[in-house]
């Protein structure tokens, strides 16, 4: 008995291990090792079937989707939105409109989420009036839709009329006034946020940043009551962005604590301004070196025209993606061009 338990225990494991695999798989944009995955494995749950057409839903294979779908022994709440979340509009709303089960909160939040991030507002707004019950989710993504869209007007108006708001509903404002240029709203509207969090700063900190108002930035800055990671690295970032490289060095030498996108932006950071000695100095200093600061790196030597180092760094990086492959095949491109030309 205690054998055949811990039989069942280790195939429940080893399914969980390679469910989370295929999900892993998936983001990294490799499909067809997730697809091999899959066809491999010979004991299949419910979250197996969903993990991978999840995985397809987000590398763009609609249709892949639908089938594996279509086929699954058993469907739970969790397939029906993740069709939905993953489909085309229109036909995502077939499936909404065809589930079997009754429509929970989530259900109705993904369908009211796609409608907006496509802007049409009319039928989001009509989902959202005809949820049964709402939480503080279906509220903020209704708000999204009007603020990722630019509908400013129609998100404020919103805004005021929501039965319940949290920080991230005043965080989207702030972002939707900056993202159309209006930093006076943005501004007020973040002064008069309750709480803020960190991304309440850092959203404001990077508004100010975009606008070339770097003072305002680092002001914001030295305000904030604690900082993270990622608030070190918004304003390496604004500094970066806005040619003030020695500041953004100083910045990120104070730094507790850096992490990956720290390294990459201030390499990259020196690369856009010619300084490739200091650049590859830091990478050299960096404990783990990523495909996206090399990648950094092969840029600036080919923009300067040197093709030996970048050929060089590029030999070396372990990992090569897609953008660093473009870069590099750029790179040979425009100086197969240039000797043609000369010849």
């Given at each position: 008995?205690?054998r055949?338990?811990?039989?069942?225990?280790?195939?429940?494991?080893h399914?969980?291990?390679?469910?989370t695999?295929i999900?892993?798989?998936?983001?990294?944009?490799k499909?067809e090792?997730?697809?091999?995955?899959?066809?491999?494995?010979?004991?299949?749950?419910?979250v197996?079937y969903?993990?991978?057409?999840?995985?397809?839903?987000?590398?763009?294979?609609?249709?892949?989707?639908?089938?594996?779908?279509?086929?699954?022994?058993?469907?739970n709440?969790?397939?029906?939105?993740?069709?939905?979340?993953?489909?085309?509009?229109?036909k995502a709303?077939?499936?909404f409109?065809?589930?079997p089960?009754?429509?929970?909160?989530?259900?109705?939040n993904?369908?009211?989420g796609e409608?907006?991030?496509?802007?049409?507002?009319?039928?989001?707004?009509?989902?959202?009036?005809?949820?049964?019950?709402?939480?503080?989710?279906?509220?903020?993504?209704?708000l999204?839709?009007y603020?990722?869209?630019?509908e400013?007007?129609?998100g404020?108006?919103?805004?005021e009329g929501?039965?319940?708001?949290?920080?991230?509903?005043w965080?989207l404002?702030v972002?939707?006034?900056?993202?159309?240029g209006?930093?006076?709203?943005a501004?007020?509207f973040?002064?008069?946020?309750?709480?803020?969090n960190?991304?309440?700063w850092?959203?404001?900190?990077?508004?100010f940043?975009?606008?070339?108002?770097?003072?305002?930035?680092?002001?914001?800055?030295?305000q904030?009551?604690?900082?993270?990671?990622?608030?070190?690295?918004?304003?390496?970032?604004?500094?970066?962005?806005?040619?003030?490289?020695?500041?953004?060095?100083?910045?990120?030498?104070?730094?507790?604590?850096?992490?990956?996108?720290?390294?990459?932006?201030m390499?990259?950071?020196?690369?856009h301004?010619?300084?490739?000695?200091?650049?590859?100095?830091?990478?050299?200093q960096?404990?783990r070196?990523?495909?996206?600061?090399?990648?950094?790196?092969?840029?600036?030597?080919?923009?300067?025209?040197?093709?030996?180092?970048?050929?060089?760094?590029?030999?070396?990086?372990?990992?090569?993606?897609?953008?660093?492959?473009?870069?590099?095949?750029?790179?040979?491109l425009?100086?197969w061009?240039?000797?043609?030309?000369?010849?």
């Open positions: 008995m205690k055949n338990l811990r039989l069942v225990g280790d195939q429940a494991s399914v969980f291990n390679q469910n695999k999900t892993q798989l998936a983001k990294s944009g499909i090792e997730a697809v091999k995955l899959f066809s491999e494995m010979t004991h299949k749950n419910t197996t969903n993990s991978m057409i999840s995985a397809y839903g987000k590398n763009g294979r609609l249709n892949d989707a639908r089938q594996l779908f279509d086929i699954m022994p058993r469907r709440l969790v397939s029906w939105n993740t069709m939905i979340a993953g489909g085309e509009l229109e709303r077939e499936l409109d065809s589930l089960y009754k429509h929970d909160v989530a259900c109705w993904v369908m009211i409608y907006g991030k496509k802007g049409r507002f009319i039928e989001a707004k009509r989902l959202f009036d005809e949820m049964p019950v709402k939480n503080a989710v279906s509220w903020n993504l209704m999204s839709g603020t990722r869209n630019g400013m007007r129609l404020r108006e919103f805004f929501m039965a319940t708001r949290d920080v991230v509903s965080n404002m972002d939707g006034f900056i993202q159309v209006d930093l006076a709203s501004l007020e973040f002064d008069k946020i309750p709480t803020r960190v991304v309440s850092v959203t404001m900190l990077s508004g940043a975009r606008r070339g108002k770097i003072l305002e930035s680092r002001r914001l800055f030295d904030m009551p604690s900082r993270n990671v990622t608030a070190w690295n918004a304003m390496i970032d604004a500094y970066v962005k806005n040619c003030q490289i020695e500041e953004a060095a100083e910045l990120f030498t104070e730094m507790p604590k850096r992490d990956s996108v720290s390294w990459t932006t390499i990259a950071g020196y690369v301004v010619g300084q490739l000695d200091k650049a590859s100095e830091v990478l050299n960096m404990p070196k990523s495909t996206a600061a090399q990648t950094a790196i092969v840029s600036g030597y080919i923009k300067n025209k040197r093709m030996d180092k970048a050929h060089e760094v590029f030999n070396e990086i372990a990992d090569r993606d897609i953008v660093c492959w473009n870069t590099m095949i750029a790179g040979i425009a100086k061009l240039i000797i043609g030309c000369i010849e």
